[in-house]
């Protein structure tokens, strides 16, 4: 999230992308704080369940990796702001290492919890066809992830897909917030999005309000945002398909 034409130790000077990326971190923050807060205030899983012991040191290990994850994105950004670019670098090694850790977790829950909780339907799938959302979803945040890092002096691609990736997780939130699914599940948005309708209406009105303050069009995070787009319809597509129920039993035998 840096920009190239910043030096360490600059003065800061107002920059209202820098200021729109850093609000659009805290934002996706308090979303997590909101889905997760079963899990945060009383250490169980939503709604209200006691996390099974089997998979309880996976499922907190999972949760502190996602809200590291987030944090980590609000400080980076908030570096940014600040004018703290040595020190965004710095941090920059603790995320990527953060990142892939996510990733493994991210795939390796789905498959125990699918385990322990065969018979549990999810968005009217079952476990087994269920697992398409968070393990495909966890690789396309790994994939934004790596374009990120492979750009990281180039601001304008590097801050797109940090975000991206974060939306490509943050249904994981959304989808635990009561209520909020219930707007939407039923309708066409919920049969073409399933979970991830929310982060892609975040990542558009992003969009739009960049579009507004700079008067321009973010092609990087446009591209980006159609992306994931893609691959949301995709994963909703491919779930219920029994050619992804066949792969799956194969990975939880």
Avoid: C
Wanted: without cysteine.
């Amino acid at each position: 999230m840096a920009s190239r034409e910043t030096r360490a130790g600059s003065p800061v000077r107002s920059d209202p992308v820098r200021l729109l990326y850093a609000a659009a971190a805290l934002l996706l923050f308090v979303v997590m704080l909101l889905g997760f807060q079963q899990f945060y205030l009383h250490g169980r899983a939503y709604p209200a369940h006691t996390l099974a012991p089997p998979i309880r040191t996976l499922l907190i290990a999972h949760g502190a990796a996602m809200t590291l994850w987030v944090v980590t994105l609000v400080v980076q950004s908030l570096l940014i702001v600040s004018g703290n670019r040595r020190l965004h670098m710095a941090v920059g090694p603790f995320a990527v290492a953060l990142a892939v850790a996510m990733v493994f977790l991210g795939l390796w829950l789905p498959i125990q919890t699918t385990r322990f909780e065969p018979d549990v339907t999810l968005w009217g799938l079952n476990r087994i066809h269920f697992m398409a959302i968070p393990m495909i979803a966890i690789l396309t945040f790994g994939a934004f992830v790596a374009v990120g890092i492979r750009q990281r002096r180039r601001a304008e691609i590097h801050r797109p897909m940090m975000l991206l990736a974060t939306l490509s997780i943050i249904p994981a939130a959304t989808d635990r917030i009561t209520g909020l699914p219930n707007l939407y599940a039923a309708s066409i948005w919920g049969a073409s999005f399933g979970p991830f309708f929310t982060a892609l209406i975040i990542g558009t009105l992003f969009l739009v309000a960049k579009s507004l303050l700079t008067r321009s069009f973010d092609r990087w995070f446009a591209t980006g945002l159609t992306v994931l787009i893609v691959v949301d319809v995709f994963i909703m597509r491919l779930a219920p398909t029994e050619t992804w129920g066949q792969f799956a039993a194969l990975l939880v035998r």
